[in-house]
């Protein structure tokens, strides 16, 4: 349990947010730091000495925020959400068009194959359809619309997906600037 994300999530509140720090800690919230603290030991990261003395610590603890010592240097503190790097934001963006694009194409390709399928069943099965009159036409025109759209509108798509990315990632940097003071 050495990912920072699992360790914090696996506590009934996280500990680092003050407004928890004063809960009562359960026998699990201590259990979670016990595991951080063998794993430490197992690794080398604490000695026999330093491993006793936060494991004392630990069940000494009463409340979430008295967890936090003991984890002190062997978890990072900070949540580590994925941060789009700056450089990689427009290759993001460009994948994401690229996503579109796909599911546009195979919605035209299934779409189409399912309609068609109907309508030749139809004509020759005696049930009423006009065999005369294309009626999926209608649909896979629609899709095909759909995929010209996303085709001919590549750096419009593009340019507000990079703006999305790069409001996410300030908000991100907002957040742990917050977190951090």
């Given at each position: ?11 009934s ?17 201590r259990?979670v ?7 430490a ?26 967890l ?25 963006a ?16 299934s779409v ?13 099965g ?40 790069e ?13 951090d003071?």
């Open positions: 349990m050495t990912d920072p994300d699992q360790v914090w999530s696996a506590f509140g996280d500990p680092r947010d003050p407004a928890l720090a004063g809960m009562r800690a359960s026998d699990a919230d259990e730091v016990h595991q951080v603290l063998t794993e030991y197992a690794d080398g990261r604490l000695d026999r000495e330093e491993l006793e003395s936060r494991t004392t610590e630990t069940q000494a603890a009463r409340t979430l925020g008295d936090l010592p003991p984890l002190e240097g062997l978890v990072a503190a900070r949540r580590s959400a994925t941060l789009v790097p700056e450089a990689r934001i427009a290759e993001r460009l994948e994401s068009w690229r996503k579109d694009r796909r599911e546009a194409l195979w919605g035209l390709l189409s194959a399912i309609v068609w399928t109907i309508w030749l069943a139809g004509s020759f005696g049930d009423g359809f006009d065999p005369y009159f294309p009626w999926p036409l209608f649909v896979t025109m629609a899709a095909a619309l759909n995929l010209g759209r996303i085709q001919f509108q590549r750096d419009q798509i593009v340019s507000d997906e990079k703006r999305r990315l409001k996410k990632r300030r908000k991100e940097i907002e957040k742990r600037r917050e977190e003071s």
